[in-house]
């Protein structure tokens, strides 16, 4: 299960170099994921995915206010806010609690 999510996101354009995590917006010549800054990659996906800010927002489950904060580079962009746009970009669907280990 775990590979197969993390195929999902490289496909999305995540990559994983030790605990560093980056949302790619475009693939280099030799086909790696380019690295790009956060604030850049949070508006390259909403805009990639045609979402508003609210939708964006409700998609990853955060508020207008932060997806506003991340794209202008008031707040700092975490690992988990990247890996959940690929997530959605990937069409992965939240887990459901009995698919974590919660009863």
């Known amino acids: 299960m775990i590979a197969k ?3 999902a996101l490289e496909e999305a354009g995540v990559t994983f170099a030790g605990a560093d995590v980056t949302l790619a ?3 280099a010549a030799d086909d790696t994921p380019t690295i790009v800054n956060a604030p850049e990659a ?3 996906w909403r805009q990639r995915l045609g979402l ?3 939708a964006a927002a409700d998609a990853i489950g ?3 206010r932060s997806v506003h904060l991340w ?3 008031e ?6 806010v990247l890996l959940a746009c690929a997530a959605v970009e990937a069409g992965l669907a939240p887990l459901a609690s009995n698919q974590i280990g919660h009863p």
Do not use: D, H, N, Y
């Open 5 to 7: 999510v993390q195929a």
């Open 25 to 27: 917006s475009g693939r």
């Open 42 to 44: 949070i508006l390259a």
């Open 52 to 54: 508003s800010r609210r």
């Open 62 to 64: 955060v508020s207008t």
């Open 71 to 73: 794209e202008t580079g």
């Open 75 to 80: 707040r700092p962009v975490s690992k988990t």
